[in-house]
């Protein structure tokens, strides 16, 4: 069976067909000049469809797909909340979607006003002293932070750091940064309340320590009790904190990172401000740093040049610190994804911020309350915007990927499943702010009613998810054949 | 405004639920002297008080689509967008989804970025593409990275050719920094007349690394196949930064030779939208997949026999390997790759090709106009493609700012990177240039010349 699978949906190869196009162009209304013969390519291998075809394959692909649109979609640690409409119509005016990155900053001044604004409403929002817009997504963020706390130190001569400290219950990203930059990582394990265990801590930090990358509230969804602690402690032995602003949703109005001793934190555009996450991407990891570090952030960063003057708005330009990282993107930063937020800043106001994370702290506090009866949670206490269940139940080999599965037979994308890996079988559950009581409830539900299944009848979940369009993947066969292409057929015509 | 749809009785009834009182008893962790800070920002907007605020924002920009006429590339490219790009992109379906963490509910992401690489591949001439960096800049620091670790740091020379964009360079700078890694031409003063030969000095035993462009940010095309045989007989790899619009008219990389071949999708129909975010493709041969960064989709089947897609080869990447990860990536530029996978489906061969020989012709019309004018002059006799380096009789700066009187947006001044090309433009020239356009252009500059 598996050497004839069922082809759902052609791919455009399949459905291409030689002479067919999709648009064609005006004819050149120049002389054609000559081409150079030896360095023409003689085929290019690309299939021919036509505007309808190309769309309906796209409209076929897209019914594939669940989405924050379609329904509940309480995927931990990545805050799948509602996208605003009025976002993407902001980010494709003409003004902002047909300007290039290189015109003269005296034809982009609107373009330059948003950044320096956003800057400035980044800075107020966490508490830091200077941000960067540049890096273009959360783990981009985390690589200029680490190299940003590796220049502060080697700016000072101090040149024998070369540990990262990692919370065992940080995200992977965390130590693959520092990795990337040949720090050696050194775990710190968690107490029993799931903080920062202080003694681990205190016995981990000496003058080899580059610093802390903490995740606060952490991927248990809980706020770690002794953050101040946690800083002071890595303050003394000369080390820095790095905050990872994954989870930032739960903080907005409740707690500025860097009022509590955070010097360095990346920031998730696409999560905590609501720029869509487009299927993987792109997201946008701005970087906000304390006092002491601005002159380290990536260059170029937008500023007043000249000072506004009889009635004239100032001037922005770019400016570039100076002892700068250098530049961790081309241009200036996903643009687009900063006009979203930006819209989405302005429109909540400072209230609205705070109600984002009231309400997002609020709707997982329901979720882990009407489930916890059912599900087992390591912690007992209050969490943030997201709490890890355990996905097992005594005496049954129901495992967490079984319950995730069965969920989609719910209609719900599954939570996030084995991370933290602290957590045996971990079901990691971010509702959001944006869902209502309704919805929050026929999750649960939902959960509880798979409780009850995995007693009565297991099979149903380790054969789930079976009333979907797709069921479940042959990992191992993809890993081994590694067909990652296809390909026109062997006797097509290739122009 | 916000989004939330709780009334104050369901959040009460929640309240009870969960055990508490108000809202702020969610809180008593967080500590209390920094609990609630006041925020200074402006007072929220309703949806049509932001509408129109980000739309006076946007009238403070002068765009390429209204009042400016642009001969401005270097990296980022004005190109007609079809239509049904955006129309489908808009879909709720393809933009609000995730990662495809759950092949079962994803398989409309899967796919697309199934055929996003097969187009790549094809497009690159390569056997293979990840699911995309973030942009050209970064896919150029991801190749080093890449073949760094494929001779496990055992060869730290990286050469990396002057005439590759400026701001690459830098990047590659910046993710380079303390790894042990040496880079060589990489200089601002060196030799930009002379062809690839020129780098053949740079090349030993100790490369792990030859970059080079194609076109060069200059636009010449330069057959690299002797060149990459050079390297190629020092055990080096070679990686190629490439113009994705350029493939469709010029030799493949993978013909020539290269191994890694990376670039900026941008003008693969995705707006310029004032540097991104744009597009880093990826492709490479199949020896060297388990190396590459980035996400990658293999095809499968499901549990009813179905062909389809998921992640696969996830064992490299950070959520498992952590710090011995090559590459800390953790997501791709989903909706971009998207964006250009429908932009190549709908050209397809045919278009493509077009396209490319309109930029070509276009720019070759231009350059022979602009040359005639006394003072001006074509710096280099390679041949190119859409973009090309011309001489100025004065500076760039003040040439561009007496274009720009005219509502023309000139071209990138070569010499804030070059110190030998003082007084040097570079001039992108694409489709969406009309002859009386490119003559308005030669007309402005004329009339300049003689004042």
Redesign the interface.
Same mark, same amino acid.
């Given at each position: 069976m598996t050497d004839n699978p069922r082809i759902v949906e052609k791919t455009l190869f399949e459905l291409s067909s030689p002479g067919r196009t999709g648009v064609t162009f005006p004819a050149a209304d120049v002389p054609a000049a000559k081409l150079p013969k030896d360095l023409l390519r003689r085929e290019l291998p690309l299939p021919e469809l036509a505007e309808v075809d190309v769309v309906r394959h796209y409209m076929r692909l897209s019914k594939f797909n669940y989405s924050v649109d379609g329904g509940f979609y309480p995927l931990g640690s990545c805050t799948m909340k509602y996208n605003p409409k009025i976002n993407e119509d902001t980010a494709r005016l003409p003004g902002f979607a047909f300007v290039h990155p290189l015109q003269p900053v005296e034809t982009v001044q609107g373009s330059l006003a948003l950044m320096y604004t956003m800057q400035e409403w980044l800075k107020e929002i966490s508490g830091f002293a200077a941000i960067s817009l540049q890096p273009a997504a959360g783990a981009h963020g985390e690589l200029t932070g680490v190299l940003i706390m590796r220049a502060y130190h080697r700016s000072r001569g101090d040149t024998k750091r070369v540990k990262m400290l990692i919370p065992d219950s940080a995200h992977g990203t965390n130590p693959a940064s520092s990795g990337m930059f040949g720090l050696e990582v050194v775990q710190v394990p968690s107490d029993a309340r799931g903080n920062v265990d202080l003694s681990a801590l205190r016995s981990a930090c000496d003058e080899t320590v580059v610093g802390l990358m903490l995740t606060n509230p952490n991927t248990l969804g809980l706020f770690d009790e002794h953050v101040e602690q946690v800083a002071e402690i890595v303050h003394k032995c000369g080390g820095l904190v790095y905050g990872d602003g994954a989870n930032l949703n739960a903080l907005l109005g409740i707690l500025r990172p860097g009022d509590v001793g955070i010097d360095v934190m990346h920031f998730n555009l696409h999560k905590t401000f609501s720029t869509p996450h487009g299927g993987g991407g792109p997201g946008s990891g701005p970087v906000g740093v304390a006092a002491h570090l601005a002159d380290f952030l990536p260059a170029p960063l937008v500023a007043i040049v000249e000072k506004a003057k009889d009635g004239e708005p100032p001037l922005y330009g770019f400016v570039e610190p100076r002892q700068t990282i250098g530049r961790v993107k081309a241009f200036h930063g996903h643009f687009g994804m900063l006009v979203r937020a930006f819209t989405y800043i302005a429109m909540h106001g400072p209230d609205g911020l705070r109600q984002i994370a009231e309400y997002a702290v609020l709707n997982a506090n329901y979720i882990k309350a009407r489930i916890q009866k059912a599900y087992r949670i390591p912690h007992e206490r209050i969490c943030m915007h997201e709490f890890v269940a355990e996905g097992r139940f005594d005496g049954s080999d129901v495992r967490a990927l079984d319950i995730s599965k069965r969920l989609m037979d719910y209609d719900f994308h599954p939570p996030t499943n084995y991370f933290p890996l602290i957590v045996h079988e971990a079901l990691m559950v971010e509702p959001t702010e944006t869902e209502n009581k309704d919805s929050l409830d026929a999750f649960a539900d939902a959960l509880l009613a798979i409780a009850q299944e995995a007693r009565t009848n297991p099979e149903l979940l380790h054969n789930a998810p079976s009333r979907t369009l797709f069921g479940r993947m042959d990992e191992v066969k993809a890993a081994r054949e590694l067909v990652l292409c296809c390909w026109l057929p062997e006797d097509y015509e290739k122009g | 405004?916000?989004?939330?749809? /709780?009334s104050p009785a369901?959040?009460d009834?929640?309240?009870e639920?969960?055990?508490?009182k108000s809202?702020e008893?969610?809180?008593?962790?967080?500590?209390a002297k920094?609990?609630?800070?006041?925020?200074?920002?402006?007072?929220?907007?309703?949806?049509m008080e932001?509408?129109s605020?980000?739309?006076e924002?946007?009238?403070?920009?002068?765009?390429?689509?209204?009042s400016?006429v642009?001969f401005?590339g270097?990296?980022?490219y004005?190109h007609?967008i079809?239509a049904?790009v955006?129309?489908?992109l808009?879909?709720?379906?393809?933009?609000?989804?995730?990662?495809?963490?759950?092949?079962?509910?994803?398989?409309?992401?899967l796919?697309? /970025?199934?055929?996003y690489?097969?187009?790549i591949?094809?497009?690159t001439g390569m056997?293979?593409?990840n699911?995309?960096h973030?942009?050209?800049?970064?896919a150029v620091a991801e190749a080093v990275?890449m073949a760094y670790a494929q001779f496990r740091g055992k060869r730290s020379r990286v050469v990396i050719a002057p005439t590759v964009?400026p701001?690459?360079r830098? *990047?590659v700078?910046?993710?380079t920094?303390?790894?042990?890694v040496e880079l060589a031409g990489d200089d601002a003063n060196a030799d930009l007349e002379s062809g690839p030969e020129s780098l053949e000095g740079l090349l030993d035993a100790n490369t792990a690394l030859l970059v080079v462009q194609y076109p060069d940010l200059f636009g010449r *095309?330069y057959?690299y196949s002797a060149l990459i045989e050079k390297a190629h007989a020092q055990g080096a790899l070679v990686c190629l930064a490439v113009n994705p619009t350029a493939?469709?008219?010029?030799?493949?990389p993978g013909?020539m030779g290269a191994d890694i071949v990376v670039g900026?999708g941008q003008p693969l129909g995705i707006?310029?939208?004032?540097?991104?975010?744009?597009l880093g493709f990826f492709a490479t041969r199949?020896q060297y *997949?388990h190396k590459m960064a980035g996400?990658?989709?293999?095809?499968?089947?499901?549990?009813?026999?179905?062909?389809?897609?998921?992640l696969?080869?996830t064992a490299r990447?950070?959520? /498992?390997?952590?710090?011995?990860?090559t590459?800390?990536?953790?997501?791709?530029?989903?909706?971009?790759a998207?964006a250009s996978?429908?932009y190549?489906?709908?050209?397809?061969?045919?278009?493509?090709?077009? *396209?490319a020989?309109?930029c070509?012709?276009?720019a070759?019309?231009a350059a022979?106009q602009l040359s005639k004018l006394p003072g001006y002059g074509l710096c280099f006799s390679a041949?190119f493609f859409h973009e090309f380096a011309l001489c100025c009789p004065g500076p760039v700066a003040e040439i561009?700012?007496h274009l720009?009187e005219h509502g023309i947006?000139g071209g990138?001044d070569l010499g804030q990177d070059y110190p030998a090309l003082k007084d040097h433009m570079l001039l992108a020239v694409t489709?969406m240039n009309?002859?009386d356009e /490119?003559d308005a252009l030669v007309d402005v500059l004329a009339e300049a010349s003689h004042d």
């Open positions: - | 405004m916000t989004y939330i749809p /709780i369901e959040r009834a929640m309240l639920t969960i055990g508490v809202l008893d969610l809180f008593q962790s967080v500590p920094h609990r609630f800070p006041k925020l200074d920002l402006p007072p929220a907007l309703t949806e932001a509408a605020e980000l739309q924002l946007s009238f403070g920009n002068e765009d390429v689509r209204g400016l642009s401005l270097a990296g980022a004005n007609y079809p049904a955006d129309h489908l808009r879909r709720g379906e393809f933009y609000t989804a995730y990662t495809p963490y759950q092949p079962e509910v994803s398989q409309g992401t796919q697309a /970025i199934f055929e690489q097969s187009l591949a094809a497009l056997e293979l593409s699911a995309s973030y942009d050209g800049a970064t990275n964009h701001q690459y830098a *990047v700078r910046t993710y920094q303390g790894m042990g *095309v057959d493939l469709a008219l010029f030799k493949s013909e900026e707006p310029l939208s004032y540097g991104g975010p744009y199949r *997949v996400r990658l989709v293999g095809e499968t089947v499901d549990s009813r026999g179905q062909r389809a897609y998921v696969t080869l990447e950070q959520h /498992i390997k952590r710090e011995r990860a590459s800390n990536i953790c997501t791709n530029q989903g909706l971009m998207l996978a429908i190549l489906s709908l050209l397809g061969q045919t278009g493509l090709r077009q *396209v020989e309109l070509y012709h276009k070759h019309y022979e041949p561009n700012a720009l947006l990138y489709e009309t002859k /490119i």
